[in-house]
């Protein structure tokens, strides 16, 4: 059964940082690209950022320079890393991971950005 749990959301102010964590089970996590999503109220789920199985990575223009993804294959784990962020990044985040045109998705993480 394939599992990705999200964890490290939370309410920041404007400005702060929090890094999110997806650990994954049931797959063959190196060979997996693995991607974060965004899904705020009222408005379609979107890709914020994605790592290939060899490390490369790309990021939607509304975080570049912003926030980082990176991923721990002896873990299993992938992370994002957001620094500076704004209220606009308020969303509940997915982490998603994509292989031979089956992807999975996990339940998702509440980030919160207000003061």
């Known amino acids: 059964q394939v599992q990705l749990v999200e964890s490290g959301g939370g309410l920041v102010q404007p400005g702060g940082s929090l890094r999110l964590s997806c650990a994954a089970s049931g797959i063959i996590f190196s060979i997996n690209t693995m991607g974060w999503y965004r899904q705020a109220p009222g408005k379609e789920r979107e890709l914020v950022a994605g790592?290939?199985?060899?490390?490369?990575?790309n990021y939607a223009d509304f975080v570049k320079g912003r926030f980082t993804i990176s991923r721990d294959n002896a873990k299993s784990t992938v992370y994002l890393q957001m620094n500076s962020l704004k209220s606009e990044d308020t969303a509940v985040y997915f982490c998603?991971?994509?292989?031979?045109?089956?992807?999975?998705w996990g339940q998702g993480t509440q980030v919160t950005v207000s003061s």
């Open positions: 790592i290939t199985s060899f490390g490369s990575t």
């Open positions: 998603n991971s994509y292989r031979a045109g089956l992807q999975y």
